[in-house]
C-alpha cells in the first residue's frame, strides 16, 4: 500500500512562492490519480488540483488555475504542487492523496482518493 508524505510548506510572503512535494512510497504509484486539498482553518476542505495516473492529464479548482501547477515523476514516486502569486487566501494545511475511485467519484472530489497524508502548512503573510 502506498503511503505518502508532504514536504515544503513553510511560511512565505504574499506575491512569492513554494513548491510542494509528496514523497509515496511502494511500487504502485503510477498506478493512482493523485491530488492536492487544502484546508484552512474553520473550513472545509477544498480541492486543489490533480493529475491522472500517466501525468497526462491535470485539473484545477478555477481560483487556483493559472497560478498552480500539479505534476508527477513516476520514476521518483513523487507529486509536485508548483505555487506561484501566492496570496494569504492560500495559507492552509496542504494534503496529498492518491486514489483509483476517480472514474465514479470524478477527479475533484476527495470520494476519489483513499489514501492521505499528513498534510504540510502553508501560511502566505500579507
Known amino acids: 500500500q502506498v503511503q505518502l508524505v508532504e514536504s515544503g510548506g513553510g511560511l512565505v510572503q504574499a506575491g512569492g512562492s513554494l513548491r510542494l512535494s509528496c514523497a509515496a512510497s511502494?511500487?504502485?504509484?503510477?498506478?493512482?490519480?493523485m491530488s492536492w486539498f487544502r484546508q484552512a482553518p474553520g473550513k472545509e476542505r477544498e480541492f486543489v488540483a490533480a493529475i491522472s495516473p500517466s501525468g497526462g492529464n491535470t485539473y484545477y479548482s478555477d481560483s487556483m488555475k493559472g497560478r498552480f501547477t500539479i505534476s508527477r515523476d513516476n520514476d521518483k514516486n513523487t507529486m509536485y504542487l508548483q505555487m506561484n502569486s501566492l496570496k494569504p487566501e492560500d495559507t492552509a494545511v496542504y494534503y496529498c492523496?492518491?486514489?483509483?475511485?476517480?472514474?465514479?467519484?470524478?477527479?475533484?472530489?476527495?470520494?476519489?482518493?483513499?489514501?492521505w497524508g499528513q498534510g504540510t502548512q502553508v501560511t502566505v503573510s500579507s
Open positions: 492523496a492518491a486514489g483509483t475511485r476517480q472514474h465514479y467519484s470524478g477527479y475533484e472530489s476527495h470520494r476519489a482518493y483513499e489514501l
Open positions: 511502494g511500487r504502485t504509484f503510477a498506478m493512482y490519480a
